[in-house]
């Protein structure tokens, strides 16, 4: 179940590495997306922290951990073709961060909850 940041990342948790992402509504906010820089393998992410970087036609913007750990996996495909992300945001991983700590994941919003928040921005 993917769970979500103030700042629009989804995290989905399997064992103890977390899968990163941006929601629909950052990539609708942020338009075309032109640019994403992906940290290295093995970069130490703390949660709230900026991990990666995203520019668009409208805007750039870092890209935050929902949780802390270390970066275990980056999706490489996004350095060649980072408009996937306007074609299926929620469907494209960023990152991979195995994390040091999973209980920080409950500090994150549900589906729910997230869809409420964005209805008051």
């Not at 992906?38 to 709230?48: C, D, H, Q, V, Y």
């Not at 275990?72 to 195995?98: C, F, R, Y």
């Not at 920080?104 to 729910?112: K, R, S, V």
């Amino acid at each position: 179940m993917k769970k979500y940041t103030n700042e629009h990342e989804w995290a989905e948790l399997e064992g103890d590495v977390a899968t990163i992402g941006l929601s629909n509504y950052a990539i609708d906010e942020l338009g075309d997306i032109t640019f994403v820089e992906l940290p290295e393998i093995g970069t130490s992410a703390t949660k709230g922290e900026s991990i990666a970087f995203i520019e668009s036609v409208k805007a750039a913007s870092d890209i935050y951990a929902p949780l802390s750990g270390e970066v275990v996996e980056v999706n490489m495909d996004l350095e060649a073709t980072p408009e996937t992300l306007n074609e299926d945001a929620e469907g494209t991983w960023i990152l991979k961060i195995k994390a040091s700590d999973i209980s920080e994941l409950e500090t994150l919003m549900d589906e729910a909850a997230y869809s409420t928040y964005t209805q008051t921005l």
